[in-house]
């Protein structure tokens, strides 16, 4: 069966770093996208990056494009999420959800149970 477990979040000051981490097993790693949500208290999961394993492509919403990159390590069937320059408004719980085609879009995405990330002032 698929898992999917989220790492590396936590408390940090604005401007600061974080790394993310999603370990993955059960499907073929290379045929998949990967991607990362944030939800924060009271809002809508939102969509922030996705690696397309196939080929390498990625992509951002704006408002972390230029300070998150998001990167899979084949070998161990993981995908990280770097995260620089932190600002308060990106504090949420950040989840990976696998998807063959879709970003985790589509129904039938496996999901994480999250890491929770904060960013104080």
């Known amino acids: 069966e698929v898992h999917v477990v989220e790492s590396g979040g936590g408390l940090v000051q604005a401007g600061g770093s974080l790394r993310l981490s999603c370990a993955t097993s059960?499907?073929?790693?290379?045929?998949?996208?990967i991607a990362w949500f944030r939800q924060a208290p009271g809002k809508e999961r939102e969509g922030i990056s996705c690696?397309?394993?196939?080929?390498?492509?990625?992509t951002y919403v704006d408002s972390v494009k230029g300070r998150f990159t998001i990167s899979s390590d084949h070998a161990n069937n993981r995908v990280y999420l770097q995260m620089d320059s932190l600002k308060p408004e990106d504090t949420a719980v950040y989840y990976c959800?696998?998807?063959?085609?879709?970003?985790?879009?589509?129904?039938?995405?496996?999901w994480g149970q999250g890491t929770q990330v904060t960013v104080s002032s």
């Open positions: 959800a696998v998807d063959e085609y879709t970003c985790g879009l589509g129904p039938d995405a496996y």
């Open positions: 059960g499907f073929t790693f290379d045929d998949y996208t």
């Open positions: 690696i397309y394993n196939r080929d390498g492509s990625t």
